[in-house]
């Protein structure tokens, strides 16, 4: 069955950087856009970042651009966020998804405090 699982959240300092990692199996990993979303205590689940199934294009929110990085690697049914510069409002769980099936990983908890 189709399975999505995340990995790299943790506790970071503000500046600091994090890299998350998507596991996917179960489904053509290379066929399909795939999002990753956040969403913060008392507050509404948010897109943070897509991709196209090739890679070749990719879209941000406002609130990360310049500082986030989504990428993947269709060899290894991989999706990333790289996340520079990491400040307190970053602070959420982070979910991998796909949007064609309305798939959502477990999330993995990001923290960015001092």
């Known amino acids: 069955q189709v399975q999505l699982v995340e990995s790299g959240g943790g506790l970071v300092q503000p500046g600091g950087s994090l890299r998350l990692s998507c596991a996917a199996s179960g489904f053509a990993f290379n066929g399909y856009y795939m999002r990753w979303y956040r969403q913060a205590p008392g507050k509404e689940r948010e897109l943070v970042a897509h991709i196209t199934p090739t890679g070749g294009s990719t879209n941000y929110a406002a609130s990360v651009k310049g500082r986030f990085t989504i990428s993947r690697d269709n060899a290894k049914a991989t999706l990333f966020l790289q996340m520079n510069s990491l400040e307190p409002d970053d602070t959420a769980v982070y979910y991998c998804?796909?949007?064609?099936?309305?798939?959502w990983g477990q999330g993995t908890q990001v923290t960015v405090s001092s």
């Open positions: 998804m796909i949007p064609s099936l309305a798939k």
